[in-house]
């Protein structure tokens, strides 16, 4: 069974970094090879929406908002999904979420909150 956990989360000030991790578990290394690989978010009262993905050929795509800020990357040997977030806005709150296409598997979610 495929399992995608997240870490990294946490309380930062505006204008702080984090980085998230996501792995993967009970997933092939050529299936995960091949996944487009996701992170979203969900804020309090709004929709979950993508943030940034990146696809088995390393090509990557970003919500407007976050471009210049955030960076997705992808280790797969370590099955792991990585979201680089620097200058980070108080409008970056929210759960944020793995999310593996190619199984339509999400993961438990992980608190991200800047404050101002």
């Known amino acids: 069974q495929v399992r995608l956990v997240e870490s990294g989360g946490g309380l930062v000030q505006a204008g702080g970094s984090l980085r998230l991790s996501c792995k993967a578990s009970g997933m092939i290394l050529s299936v995960f090879n091949s996944d487009t690989m996701g992170w979203y978010r969900q804020a309090p009262g709004n929709e979950r929406e993508l943030v940034a993905n990146t696809t088995f050929r390393a090509a990557t795509n970003y919500l407007d908002s976050v471009k210049g800020r955030f960076t997705i990357s992808r280790d797969n040997t370590r099955r792991t999904v990585y979201l680089q977030m620097n200058n980070l806005k108080p409008e970056d709150t929210g759960v944020y979420y793995c999310?593996?296409?190619?199984?339509?598997?999400w993961g438990q979610g992980t608190q991200v909150t800047v404050s101002s």
């Open positions: 999310y593996s296409k190619a199984r339509n598997v």
